[in-house]
């Protein structure tokens, strides 16, 4: 009866980022929690005696606390946490950690925290808490307090990513900081919130490929989606092709897959839901369309699964619940090896492929004016009797590879910057003497990074396809931006270089120049077919708004 009582009278913080730690905890496991005094951490340790799941040790001094949990994580073997509030008393818990870390029977060290204004602001007990513990805790977060959905899923992010590495193989500890605004003492909160918790396989684990293979074997509509990945492991994930539904782009394929065009078409279907699969699995990086991106995130009711070989929680679709511990290409292998297609999954694999032959044809069929688009496109038939190594640079130049590649593409997608594309290929030019290293830039890419034709080694197995329409043109792509005034003069970068043969001359560069169709095929011809001792660039002059315009007709003819 006392019991029944206590569970109608519990009432939790206000706090949304407490609750959510709170349910985290008890969701992952966390049995002992030992608690210090203080009034910032209050609305914590008020949570933690509250719901039932959880024993509280209390301690005075943290130094001791801090070791006091880890003799009850060394005699229990399961994950024990140590509680304080603001200011030095987290400081106090540091050789704990670090003694813990050491041992590999790793602590979770929470701390309460003053909100962030009030750092150097003379207010008591302030000080910069995140990261604190420095390198003797392996993971440190700081938890946002919610005010969104966004909001909400980070901070559920963050405790997942902070618990997952506790869990890890070497046990370390982790510090999860909780900055708690004022008012501290309202507790109004019924029930903690269903929290998404995240698990983990280990793919060195002895029964790792059979738990790998199980998620996929307990879907009907299982789908793998690849991120940028090198060009070997590409190749090998292109054999999943045969047993699964894959969505790729050419920084991880060797097929022309027309991905973001797929997803454009089912934006507008009326059976979409029919497409939408059960079960995620996601390998690799970056992916270039932010339509699959929100494909993913509108998928809220499929399992989603991501393999990541740092350990760290890269929730590209906000629904991941399972992360396997891994390499992209033992997970391929796996996968390939032993996944064996139903009926049901063989029959979802065929609607996408019937879906992309559909989008295919009405991707052959439009013929682009003389354009960004015409010269890339033209570019690549050229790339299909000759095997090079190809480069685009980021922004424009690899949106259009995304339409007319077939082939393996590189591209600095780790952080999607302007910067070092141009340099990127003179280094693999560098490094592949005697085989061509092609580069498709646009202008703006270019010219930031022109120095790297500096590179006196530089031969003429470098080549560049340079698209030039005085500006960053990818702005014009994004809606809403051609309400300011400050679009093309500003955000867009329009300049008057409407020539770079002077820099080609200064660096002993082949220039070539295409103003329309017909100089483009000629300079094509020479570009990718011409011997030559020294560097090749063939400049393609357009106009931007034909440019925008041929782009934005080309999405609005798909219609099935």
């Known amino acids: 009866m006392k019991n029944e009582q206590r569970q109608i009278n519990t009432m939790y913080s206000n706090k949304e980022?407490?609750?959510?730690?709170?349910a985290l905890l008890v969701a992952h496991g966390i049995r002992d929690i030992v608690v210090c005094p203080g009034s910032r951490n209050a609305p914590l340790v008020h949570n933690f005696n509250e719901c039932g799941d959880i024993r509280c040790h209390a301690v005075t001094d943290e130094r001791s606390a801090g070791f006091i949990a880890l003799g009850?994580?060394?005699?229990?073997q399961s994950p024990v946490a140590v509680c304080v509030t603001s200011g030095s008393a987290l400081l106090n818990v540091l050789p704990a950690a670090a003694e813990a870390t050491y041992q590999h029977t790793g602590i979770i060290v929470i701390s309460a925290d003053r909100p962030g204004a009030?750092?150097?602001?003379?207010?008591?007990?302030?000080?910069?808490?995140?990261?604190?513990?420095?390198?003797?805790?392996?993971?440190?977060v700081t938890l946002p307090e919610p005010h969104d959905d966004t909001e909400r899923w980070h901070c559920n992010r963050l405790v997942n990513e902070a618990l997952l590495a506790n869990k890890q193989m070497n046990h370390p500890s982790v510090h999860i900081n909780v900055p708690i605004s004022e008012p501290l003492f309202e507790f109004a909160v019924a029930t903690l919130p269903s929290e998404r918790v995240v698990s983990s396989?280990?793919?060195?684990?002895p029964e790792a490929d059979k738990s790998i293979l199980q998620l996929l074997e307990e879907s009907t509509r299982p789908m793998i989606v690849l991120g940028q990945m090198d060009k070997y492991t590409a190749m090998m994930a292109g054999k999943l092709r045969k047993k699964l539904t894959v969505l790729s782009e050419p920084l991880s394929s060797d097929e022309h897959v027309l991905t973001d065009q797929i997803l454009y078409v089912l934006a507008s279907e009326r059976n979409a839901d029919?497409?939408?699969?059960?079960?995620?699995?996601?390998?690799?990086?970056?992916?270039?369309?932010?339509?699959l991106r929100q494909y993913l995130r509108a998928c809220s009711e499929a399992r989603h699964v991501m393999v990541t070989e740092d350990y760290r929680l890269h929730d590209v679709s906000q629904h991941t619940s399972v992360l396997i511990y891994g390499r992209d290409i033992d997970v391929i292998k796996t996968i390939a090896e032993g996944y064996t297609e139903t009926e049901a999954?063989?029959?979802?694999?065929?609607?996408?492929?019937?879906?992309?032959?559909?989008?295919?044809?009405?991707?052959?069929?439009?013929?682009?004016?003389?354009?960004?688009?015409?010269?890339?496109?033209?570019f690549e038939k050229h790339m299909q009797e000759e095997k090079a190594h190809i480069y685009y640079a980021n922004s424009m130049s690899v949106r259009l590879a995304c339409i007319y590649a077939d082939h393996y593409c590189y591209c600095n997608r780790g952080l999607n910057g302007i910067e070092g594309s141009l340099s990127v290929a003179v280094g693999?030019?560098?490094?592949?003497?005697?085989?061509?290293?092609?580069?498709?830039?646009?202008?703006?890419?270019?010219?930031?990074?022109?120095?790297?034709?500096?590179?006196?080694q530089t031969g003429g197995n470098l080549r560049i396809l340079l698209l030039n329409n005085s500006q960053g043109g990818i702005f014009r792509n994004l809606r809403g931006l051609d309400k300011s005034t400050a679009r093309d003069t500003l955000v867009s970068a329009r300049h008057n270089v409407d020539s770079v043969e002077g820099t080609c001359r200064q660096y002993g560069v082949t220039y070539?120049?295409?103003?329309?169709?017909?100089?483009?095929?000629?300079?094509?011809?020479?570009?990718?077919?011409?011997?030559?001792r020294c560097p090749v660039l063939l400049e393609v002059k357009t106009d931007v708004d034909k440019d925008e315009q041929v782009f934005k007709s080309y999405y609005h003819k798909f219609r099935i």
């Open 17 to 22: 980022n407490v609750n959510i730690l709170t």
């Open 72 to 76: 009850l994580r060394l005699q229990q």
């Open 118 to 140: 009030w750092i150097d602001q003379l207010d008591g007990q302030t000080l910069p808490q995140h990261e604190a513990l420095g390198r003797f805790v392996a993971e440190s």
């Open 201 to 205: 396989i280990d793919s060195k684990e």
């Open 274 to 291: 029919d497409y939408k699969p059960d079960c995620v699995i996601y390998l690799g990086g970056h992916t270039v369309s932010k339509r």
């Open 345 to 378: 999954s063989k029959a979802y694999r065929r609607q996408w492929e019937m879906l992309q032959e559909k989008v295919k044809q009405q991707h052959y069929a439009y013929e682009p004016e003389y354009s960004q688009m015409l010269a890339v496109r033209e």
């Open 428 to 456: 693999a030019s560098l490094a592949r003497k005697e085989e061509k290293v092609y580069c498709v830039i646009g202008d703006l890419s270019f010219l930031y990074d022109q120095n790297a034709l500096w590179q006196q």
């Open 512 to 532: 070539l120049r295409a103003t329309d169709a017909e100089t483009l095929a000629e300079g094509l011809q020479k570009l990718c077919g011409k011997e030559s």
